[in-house]
């Protein structure tokens, strides 16, 4: 069956050190993997996408990596602050379907 | 420029009622979505509209209706509201669904939709 895996449990960071976060997926062919913020009591907004041809993107200090060998994303927050406190939600649109599905998020916690 | 604009915030309902929530986008999107979000379960696709004019089921239909009645406005409707039905609701867009083309989606805030 298909899978996307995020880890469910919070991730808990000093200020200032890098966070990463793991998107894994089972039985998928995504031709983008996309990710999301999301705080508390609001909706999902779009930070990221990923094609499979590309290794990695950024956008200032966000940094996404994606490994379709390993089946894999990563999401790094470098020098993390206390405001990137939120849940982080992948998503993966495949090559054919016209879906696009989420996983279930990592809370990160940025401790001053 | 409001993007995804849904009614209501919060709404405690009894079992066996009935209510509509409303949504509406001004983004001149031509799909729009609605999930459901619950905890450990990630969001859920209940209904979906890739073009006016059109509604197609998603994960999670049972229970809910949905009306697209118009380009900018997309309903959905619990006919005989249930506990299990008591979870956080997103009205999303997007500009299609060729997601394997780079779309994105845009959220609303959620209705948080409480049944006793």
């Known amino acids: 069956s298909q899978k996307i895996e995020q880890n469910s449990e919070a991730l808990n960071i000093q200020e200032g050190k890098t966070a990463t976060l793991t998107c894994n997926y089972t039985?998928?062919?995504?031709?983008?993997l996309q990710w999301y913020r999301q705080d508390p009591g609001r909706g999902p907004v779009f930070l990221l996408l990923?094609?499979?041809?590309?290794k990695e993107k950024r956008k200032e200090r966000l940094k996404v990596t994606f490994d379709t060998t390993l089946k894999q994303s990563l999401f790094h927050i470098t020098a993390s602050q206390p405001a990137d406190s939120a849940t982080y939600l992948c998503a993966l649109a495949q090559a054919a379907g016209n879906k696009l599905t989420f996983g279930g998020g990592t809370r990160v916690l940025v401790k001053p | 420029n409001a993007g995804v604009t849904q009614t209501p915030k919060f709404q405690v309902l009894k079992t066996g009622q009935s209510m509509t929530l409303q949504c509406a986008q001004d983004?001149?999107?031509?799909?729009m979505y609605w999930y459901r979000q619950d905890p450990g379960m990630g969001l859920r696709l209940i209904y979906y509209?890739?073009?006016?004019?059109?509604?197609d089921k998603g994960e999670v239909p049972n229970g809910y209706n949905v009306s697209r009645l118009n380009k900018r406005e997309f309903s959905l409707r619990l006919e005989s509201a249930a506990p299990s039905q008591t979870s956080v609701y997103f009205c999303a867009s997007s500009e299609n669904r060729e997601f394997a083309s780079g779309n994105t989606i845009y959220f609303g805030e959620g209705s948080w939709l409480t049944v006793v």
């Open positions: 509209s890739a073009s006016e004019g059109t509604t």
């Open positions: 990923i094609r499979e041809n590309e």
């Open positions: 983004m001149n999107h031509n799909s």
């Open positions: 039985n998928y062919s995504p031709a983008y």
